[in-house]
């Protein structure tokens, strides 16, 4: 069993359009994050929940939104697409709040043409 | 402010050479946790060690070995008698318990890492 999973792998869509990244993990962690990798390889946390409650809103346009309908899902939707929103999306999970069992999901590589 | 640096940005190695990956890292907090992930080409992020910050051992895992140093902010990664398979990007990040950075990794750069056969 795959203990964080997102789908869909790969996603290739137009600018304007809206799409979703979903995540689920099985560890029974508290915590949920989305991660963004770009072009450069660099990572940089975007979201953060625990227990279904936002902990960490990083400075990302208004257009992306969490949602965590229980403490085991995480989706990520996008509104309007945009070229720049072109990178490879990781949701992860922990334990608690002392960063134990980090795990990452095997990532969403999103192409905007 | 927590910040990660990986001041080398590629290193290439002929097989079974020993390689050290450096990492520098700063914060201001007592408590914190650092990791290494390797990140092959296939794309998925692979754990390989936590380590919490009252920990000072060296740890060794394998080829694998870590040099936790405190007094310099370093927690380095050596890989002995490297192999192909050991080429991919590695990572090192920062977490701390402190309220408005809970959890959250800061990753360095990354170093990217070829191993010729």
């Known amino acids: 069993d795959t203990a964080v999973s997102q789908t869909p792998k790969y996603l290739v869509t137009q600018m304007g359009n809206d799409k979703s990244i979903k995540c689920e993990q099985n560890?029974?962690?508290?915590?949920m994050y989305w991660y963004k990798q770009d072009s450069k390889k660099f990572l940089k946390i975007m979201f953060s929940?625990?227990?279904?409650?936002?902990?960490i809103n990083e400075t990302v346009p208004n257009r992306f939104s969490p949602k965590s309908p229980d403490k085991a899902h995480l989706n990520l939707h996008i509104n309007s697409l945009e070229l720049g929103d072109s990178a490879v999306y990781f949701c992860?999970?922990?334990?608690?709040?002392?960063?134990?069992?980090?795990?990452f999901g095997s990532g969403t590589r999103l192409t905007v043409v | 402010a927590q910040k990660v640096t990986q001041a080398q940005t590629e290193i290439s190695v002929v097989e079974k050479e020993d390689v050290t990956l450096d990492c520098v890292y700063e914060t201001r907090d007592t408590t914190y946790y650092l990791f290494w992930y390797k990140q092959p080409p296939s794309g998925e992020l692979v754990f390989l060690i936590r380590r919490n910050s009252f920990d000072e051992q060296n740890e060794i895992s394998g080829r694998y070995s870590w040099n936790f140093q405190k007094s310099t902010s370093s927690f380095n990664f050596t890989i002995t008698a490297s192999q192909v398979v050991d080429s991919a990007v590695y990572f090192c990040a920062l977490s701390s318990d402190r309220g408005s950075t809970l959890g959250r990794l800061y990753f360095g750069r990354g170093t990217q890492l070829t191993v010729w056969p």
């Open positions: 560890l029974g962690h508290d915590t």
């Open positions: 992860a999970s922990s334990q608690t709040r002392d960063s134990y069992g980090y795990t």
């Open positions: 929940y625990n227990n279904k409650e936002l902990i």
